[in-house]
């Protein structure tokens, strides 16, 4: 599929110029694939544009050359598709999240960028595309920033720690005697006070990568709380409230935050806000069997999440200690009640961050199509 470098220019204006199109984007790198077609499922034209500002804009324009342009379907929104779908948001267009098209298809009619652009639009105007895609504009897109710096310099932090713990193990006898005993925050702050020497022997290299070792680990542990009050004050700033429910902290909150989006308003109901978070119960009842199993979908990190809510308050809420011996009483197991407890989290958590729906609105289209 070409790619389009200059002004856009229409190749193909319908008769009627108001007529409703739809657009699909088959998203990466460095360009994008674009499909646009009619509401009755004729396909109008495709192109390729790159992935920059002015590539953006020339592909709204193209697609409106077509007609009226109110709805667009979008792959990969949270990674090569983002900055895509900030800008049709801003151009007032709906952005739907797609997902990519089924394996099954994909093997009796192939693959090519186009034919995904065209199945990207053509799921949003069957309606099995129904997910709006999350905005990435406001704090918890900052939040998400923030939670992946924090997560590499925890995991760099607790190399750097092994590392000079096991240098210390195989170190001379008389500089690992004179570290013994100390607490690990003292034992790094030694070792960072090490003075540099001259290397002529395998004891003067190990007291110099434990001071390389040391001073790594305090420079990671300043950027880990760096991190943790900007997320805190991220938190504060999106959903002020979740951080005063019992068992909530910061990142868990973050995590719980970044689940919902920016605009968690667009996540239906509670139910939706369940199954995002991996705790709602899935039918499988098949035949003379009913039964529901549990779900192993959604969002693994928001679902730990609320698991670690879960095992706070059973450790210190009575409310919930009281629960889980009346549910033992009546013959569950204790994962059977956690995993009732963590429906009833998930609840109260999407109460708090999802904002509740004015009386006046809730008679309109958004109640008929929930």
Known sequence: MPSITQSAAPCHIPADAAEEVLLGVDTHKDVHAAAVITTLGSALDGRGFPATAEGYQQLVAWARSFGVLRRAGVECTGSYGAALTRHLRAEGIAVTEVNQPDKAARRRHGKTDAIDAEAAARSVLSGRATATAKTGDGPVEMLQLFKLAKSSAIK?????????????????????????????????????????????????????????????????????????????????????????????????????????????????????????????????????????????????????????????????EERSQEYMRRRLAEGKTRREIIRCLKRYVAREIYQIIVPKTPVADRTGPAQDAA
Do not use: M, Y
Request: hydrophobic share 40%.
């Open 156 to 316: 760099s932090r607790t190399q750097a720690i092994n590392q000079l713990k096991s240098v210390l193990i195989c170190a001379d006898a008389e500089l690992r005697e004179s570290l013994a005993g100390l607490s690990s925050p003292k034992l790094f702050q030694q070792c960072a006070a090490f003075a540099e020497s001259e290397i002529s022997r395998p004891a003067d290299a190990a007291r110099h990568t434990l001071r390389l070792l040391a001073r790594r680990i305090q420079s990671l542990t300043e950027e880990i709380n760096d991190l943790t009050k900007r997320i805190a004050e991220a938190v504060t700033a999106s959903a002020p409230a979740l951080l005063e429910v019992n068992g909530v902290g910061p990142d868990s909150a973050a995590t719980l935050l970044i689940a919902a989006g920016d605009n968690p308003g667009r996540l239906g109901s509670e139910t939706s806000f369940a199954a995002l978070c991996g705790t709602s119960p899935v039918e499988a009842s098949s035949g003379k069997t009913q039964r529901r199993r549990l779900n192993r979908g959604g969002d693994r990190q928001a679902n730990a999440a609320i698991f670690r809510i879960v095992l706070s308050r059973l450790r210190w």
